[in-house]
């Protein structure tokens, strides 16, 4: 309390058009503390570019080594699933894009509408994660976990998938390389996921907030920068989509 | 010609200012819980000291190792262990955080007339974190350590040791993200925090040091942060990304680790060049010669920085085209380093000089990192790389830079500011006494290093060939000397809290913002809302300043 008034006293001289209670101390105005938030994200979001950048490139690598390993093993995923996943983040994205525009425009029923929008279709997403992560578990395709080269090795055995693209067999050397493929489909698509989950936790935090109205009275920042955040994680997996499922397909 | 430049207040009459930032608050919840970028700063300088003497009595039981050729006091696993975990301490837990931390966190608000770091509680989360780490480094080590080297080399590190390499990459991981997030906060703070008038090319060059070891931090250390989570899944499950038998590729670790910590050692030298652009200034009287060129180099550094990682692995099979383009990648950073103290050298020319103590460890910098400099050209052309490497010519060269360069800057920064931080001064004899005893014990113990990497003393053995002991008895005698150097400090400096003379607002009569208003200074640094209307290391400004400041008193 008594530092408030410190600090309140101390900023006096210098001049403020507004001071509202969200304007942290050390700031001058309400634009630099905007500013300074949303600079920050970007940089946050440039580490994150870095950090799978690692990631990529050590896709990168292996598939040009091993490609015919990699486009037997993208066949092993169901690509109707992976679309439809594509389409539900992209329709997230928008009900993030829409909340953010119901915060500048202080409207707060439709910030809380949209932002549970997009948190239902967050779980949608891992959801649809989930089927697909336990085909692989129940066709052994988790790289360190009884990894079984079937079907590549004797492609037939696998008829689903053997219906669709007819892929030849593999020399058992290439067929080997398919566990690297799997080990960076469940990296890559793995580590999206979790920050998918960070990111809905923050949503499921975010909602309470906004039905308080604490983002609907001039103080949209946190929104607009989170909106940021799922628009990349939105970004990756486009990325991941198309070096996943879609290698074989011109 | 004066023989100092220090003007205190008088004694007798003088206070320290009753409101600071020291006094403001108390008890042990207000540190913790402070969002105030100086009291983290002070956080982070007890938590770095603590861990640079541990990492100090590491390296001291390596130097006790190697006085004699056998093994005989310790077994070679634990040696392993021993020297693995004195480069991980140091480098992750001291190094890096080294100057950014402490006295960047300290001074870059205050030097651009901010009130604190753009956000404060990431600033405070970023100690945090910093904690994290560096207490799951402690309790690795005492379950029992690990004993890859600071390296995590693979397949060493994921298929063949047995030792703890998960909860150390967790630790030197955590650490990461502390200095994440230190650099981001500096790069938001140099950009969006800065007091009217205070344009780029006024801000002083520990400023722009510490923006290119900001970019560094925030483009490098996710990298490495991706490295050693695949690390930990190989050494779990088996991935495979890294393991030859199954595809995988070894030197893909190598790329993306040295990707790192290639640009790593600028995270930790850049702030150091930062430090020693402010003392020379000071101490000589005179605007940094070429104020320019000397901030540009710093932004040069950082990126010619990003492009030479490769040279760490040039016995390791890369192509031998790869290897050319790096050796000439490696040769150009020198250029910019080089400009660096050409111009420091400039800046002396017919100075003032007066030989405070953080002048001579900046001396001191000067002259042992231009030796650990060029000696990195030699590391750096791959013909003399291939005799010299995995030598102690590398430790020699590495600790020439980190340890006589990094070191030294650091040791000049806290004797220069620390009468802004704590508003007494340190006593200048003794300081003076231990910057000569570091610099003596610095010699002894890692030149004749040189020497023996060029003879062909292999590093990280705990035994070496009779003919060696000479010169390691040398850099052992040197080892204790510098321990004395180091210890000596941390004494004086922890009696000059109470006892030290006062310091007054500008004991060095220096220029910077930071020495226009109180010491120790106020919560939000500034009572009035500071406005730049002069270049940098301005001292006409500074006079015309004083002078006037006496007119309005003797009115």
Known sequence: MQNSQIHAANSAPLAHEEHPSYLRHHFNSTEQQADAAGFAMWLFLLTEVMFFGGLFTAYLVYRNWYYPAFVSGSHQLNVVWGTTNTAVLILSSFTMAMGVWCAQTRRRRGLVLCLALTFFLGLVFLGIKTVEYREKIEKHHVPGFHYSLQSFLDPQSDPEVYKEYHDKALVPDMARHTELYFSLYFLMTGMHALHMIIGIGILGFMILRARAGAYTAGHETFVVNFGLYWHFIDIIWIYLFALLYLISRH | ?555
């Open chain 2, 1 to 555: 010609m004066s023989d100092t430049i220090v003007s205190l207040p008088d004694q007798a009459t003088a206070r320290i200012p009753k409101d600071n930032f020291i006094t403001r608050e108390n008890g042990l919840l207000s540190w913790l819980l402070t969002s105030d970028h100086k009291r983290i700063a002070i956080l982070y300088l007890i938590s770095i000291t603590f861990f640079f003497f541990i990492g100090g009595a590491l390296a001291g039981l390596i130097r006790l190792e190697l006085l004699t050729p056998q093994t005989d006091l310790m077994a070679t696993d634990t040696y392993n262990k021993v020297f693995t975990m004195h480069g991980i301490i140091m480098i992750f837990f001291f190094l890096v955080p080294s100057v950014p931390a402490t006295l960047g966190n300290f001074f870059i608000p205050m030097m651009i007339g901010a009130k604190d770091l753009a956000l404060p509680k990431i600033n405070l989360l970023s100690w945090y974190l910093y904690m994290a780490g560096g207490l799951l480094a402690l309790y690795t080590m005492m379950i029992g350590g690990v004993d890859t080297g600071w390296t995590f080399t693979t397949p060493l590190s994921t298929h063949y040791v047995n030792t703890n390499v998960l909860t150390t990459g967790l630790a030197v991981f955590i650490a990461g993200f502390s200095s994440i997030l230190t650099g981001l906060n500096f790069i938001v703070t140099i950009h969006k925090m800065r007091a009217p008038g205070m344009t780029w090319f006024r801000l002083p060059l520990f400023i722009w040091a510490h923006y290119a070891a900001s970019i560094l931090m925030v483009l490098a250390t996710p990298v490495v942060a991706i490295a050693i989570v695949l690390v930990a899944l190989e050494r779990t499950l088996g991935i495979g990304v890294f393991d030859p038998t199954k595809g995988g590729d070894p030197l893909l670790f190598q790329h993306l680790f040295w990707f790192y910590s290639h640009p790593a050692v600028y995270i930790m030298i850049l702030p150091g060049m930062g430090v020693i652009s402010e003392v020379i200034s000071t101490f000589s009287r005179k605007r940094v010669f070429g104020y320019t060129a000397v901030a540009f180099s710093s932004v040069a550094i950082a990126v010619f920085g990003f492009f030479v990682w490769a040279h760490h692995m040039f016995i390791m099979g890369i192509s031998n085209y790869a290897v050319l383009v790096f050796s000439l990648l490696t040769m150009l950073v020198a250029v910019p380093s080089a400009i660096k103290i050409f111009n420091w050298t400039f800046t002396l020319y017919k100075g003032s000089i007066t030989f405070e103590t953080p002048m001579l460890y900046a001396f001191g910098f000067m002259g042992l990192f231009t030796i650990g400099g060029m000696t990195g050209v030699f590391l750096g052309s791959s013909g003399t790389d291939i005799h010299l490497t995995e030598t102690y010519f590398i430790v020699a060269h590495f600790h020439f830079v980190m340890v006589g360069g990094m070191l030294m800057a650091f040791l000049a920064g806290i004797h220069f500011w620390w009468p802004k931080m704590t508003g007494r001064m340190y006593p200048e004899k003794i300081s003076q006494l231990a910057a000569v005893v570091t610099f003596i014990g610095f010699n002894l113990t890692f030149f004749p290093q040189f020497i023996l990497g060029m003879l062909g003393m292999p590093r990280r053995y705990a035994s070496y060939p009779p003919e060696f002991q000479i010169l390691n008895v040398f850099s052992t005698a040197g080892a204790t000397i510098l321990g004395v150097g180091y210890l000596l400090p941390v004494l004086y400096l922890i009696w000059s809290l109470k006892y030290g003379a006062i310091a007054g607002d500008n004991p060095w009569q220096a220029t910077g913002l930071e020495w226009q208003t109180q010491s120790p200074p106020l919560t939000e640094n500034f009572a009035v809302m500071p406005v730049m209307d002069h270049e940098a290391y301005d001292y006409e400004w500074l006079e015309k300043q004083q002078k006037e400041q006496g007119v309005a008193s003797a009115e």
